[in-house]
């Protein structure tokens, strides 16, 4: 009898263990303005994660593919999240306020911007801790791209060199899933 009682324990508690797992939006953040948000309030949408800064030679293009793809998809269904960092050639130097002005002012930005913050090595951002232990890859430069799911998984990562464009049928195939997904609740 013993073994059975110990089979249903042990099956109890996995699955507990399980919901208990943190997932993407389970995380707190201080946003480019201070405040102090909890990312569950993109739960139920595609995300994609990004460490951005404003002097490096993929800025231009990617805050320009970055902003189209929010236009596009969000804020409903999708948003850029956008994490500026300076560990990747010291190309993010200004201060949050001066980065949210010149990236709304110069790319007319509308999507999340967050606070400044280190995400590799010992004084990584929790955060980042979870998206490179979820996916196996550690960003090396600047514009790495996580992409999470509805439920806070992490699906895949891009480095740099890999366009917003090459990713956009990707993004494009989650966010119509979720329309397709909610059409049918109706």
């Known amino acids: 009898m013993l073994p059975a009682a110990l ?15 943190k997932d993407f939006y389970t995380f707190k953040v201080v946003n480019s303005r201070g405040k102090l948000v909890s990312l569950e309030k993109y739960r139920g949408s595609v995300s994609l994660v990004v460490n951005v800064a404003s002097e490096c030679g993929f800025t231009d293009e990617h805050y320009r593919e970055l902003q189209q793809l929010q236009r596009d998809f ?5 948003n850029v999240l956008a994490f500026p960092c300076n560990q990747f050639g010291q190309q993010e130097p200004g ?21 400044k913050i280190a995400i590799v090595g010992t004084g990584a951002n929790n955060v980042y801790k979870y998206l490179i232990e979820a ?11 996580y992409l999470v799911d509805v439920n ?6 891009w480095g ?14 989650m966010v119509r899933q979720i329309i397709v997904g909610k059409r049918d609740e109706l």
């Open 7 to 21: 089979t249903v324990f042990v099956t109890l508690f996995f699955s507990l263990t399980e919901s208990k797992q």
């Open 74 to 78: 969000g804020p409903s269904h999708f």
């Open 95 to 115: 201060s949050d306020k001066e980065i949210d002005s010149f990236v709304r002012r110069v790319y007319g930005v509308s999507f999340p911007l967050f606070s």
């Open 135 to 145: 996916s196996g890859k550690e960003p090396d430069w600047n514009f790495w791209k």
């Open 160 to 173: 740099p060199k890999v366009s917003v464009k090459e990713i956009r049928p990707k993004i494009a195939d």
């Open 152 to 157: 806070g998984k992490v699906v895949d990562a």
